[in-house]
């Protein structure tokens, strides 16, 4: 059985509007980054999921997210899910989101 190939969604107007708002998950507007989803949206060997799967986080919550060895990979998942959550409902609230870019409707975790 042949699945087919996953469409990408990119897009730099996102990610840079992400990179405007505070850390959704501790609140620091400084060093914002636009963090993708570990988690499925098509991410595979060096290549990052789909851009409307990310979360603003700052550097601190990003790596802790990724790389946190204080917590699960359930607990890592479920904060990345909150603040991918408080992204996409800050930049809607905001008339922010791109109208060229789908917005997620489901995050499929492992």
Known sequence: MQYPKHKYVRSQKLLKLVAQLCCQSC???NGVQAAHSNWGGGRGRGIKSDDNLIAALCL???????????MTKEERQKKWVEAHIGT????????????????????ELE
């Open 27 to 29: 609140g620091m507007d």
């Open 88 to 107: 996409v409902l800050t930049l809607c609230q905001q008339n922010k989101w791109p109208m060229e870019v789908p917005l997620p409707f489901t995050v």
């Open 60 to 70: 601190k919550c990003h790596y802790e997210i990724d790389q946190g060895k204080d």
